[in-house]
């Protein structure tokens, strides 16, 4: 794969992430328990998709066949969307978004922050812009992530049963395929294990303030970041390409 | 040929006129957002965004091509740049004390308590961290007992 290429695979891979958690984000828009919550789950869904746009555009730029951030977006199939199984989970209960939230956005600050000391200036230039939203993002889902747990019985009963459930997504963050393996290689892209050492403290930080057990080591699912998705991601997928997948180029 | 060529400051000037369609007391040179003019070939105006996901990002974009056009200025191009990423210590002086009469309490960087825009206690308390865009938090004054809006550092 020539480096084009490479960083094209790598920032649509980072665009797909931004892309499907924001579009889970925002089926939760007018659901949330409080005002406050639904105008701060609306912005911070507008902030992943914001992200999306500009790694999908600079994925296309390197591509360079002339694909464009729609076509990343709404004209790929399931199986050429290369996010995490985690982002792509369903936002269930509100303790389930949470905790989401928060496994996800403490693995994404870390793999930001090393993204921005990489070689290819692209990358790391919209790694620094995101990394500043990307931060308080995880200050709120954190502070909730407080709540619940800390909260009443039952909440601090359903949260963990939302973070032992999810658990099991955590591991991809952390296994290299040969993507990484090259992005590391070339473009002094993120060490993964390093990242992995930092989650799991911030993690347990987190976990053990809200009062809640960090899950026993287990079977890890895998298979978003070669394409083999969960099969919630066919209805969301279904449901965000639905207009330009009947109308290809339709605008308004 | 006529060869118009125009001076960076006069574009900024014309600029300077561009409010922002989200906190409309605030124009984009006030906001810090526009970071560049280069008219050694036609003019390109360098932008950049306050979010990634700002709404606003194409609407002044567009503001601008259309004041500058106004101006008799047709060759007009944009240049999206991220980096270094926007911050809120870009924002004027005379922006923050714009965004205060406007009734929003300007971003501190400072310890202390957020002061109320209207009555200028320092007996405020926030109300959610979290507010109507993402740039603002939600604050009470216990003196005025008004509601305001605080825009966050960043």
Known sequence: ???????AAYASRLGDNALVLGQRMIELVAASPELEEELANANFSLD?????RMFYTYAGKCEGVGRDEDDFAFLRPEHEYRNLLLVEQPNGHFGDSTV????FESWYLHLLEALTRCSDEGISEIAARAIKEVRYHLRHSSQWLLRLGDGTEESHRRVQQSLDNLWKFTGE???????DDEMRAIFNGPHLE??????REDVRAIVEQATLKMPDNQWMASGGKQGRHTEHFGYLLAE???????YPGATW | MVETSYKSEQIFEWLSEVADPEIPVLTITDLGIVRDVDCSDGVTVSLTPTYSGCPATEVIEASVVAALEEQGVSDVRIRRVLSPPWTTDWISQEGRDKLRIYGIAPPERREGPIVCPRC????TERVSEFGSTACKAAYRCRDCLEPFEYFKCL
């Open chain 1, 48 to 52: 992943y998709i914001g992200q999306a």
């Open chain 1, 194 to 199: 390093i990242i992995e050492a930092q989650w």
């Open chain 1, 100 to 103: 989401r939230q928060v496994l």
């Open chain 1, 173 to 179: 963050m952390f296994s290299p395929d040969d993507l």
């Open chain 2, 120 to 123: 200028e206690s320092g007996q």
């Open chain 1, 1 to 7: 794969m020539s480096d084009n290429l490479l960083m």
């Open chain 1, 240 to 246: 965000m390409q639905h207009l330009q997948q009947t």
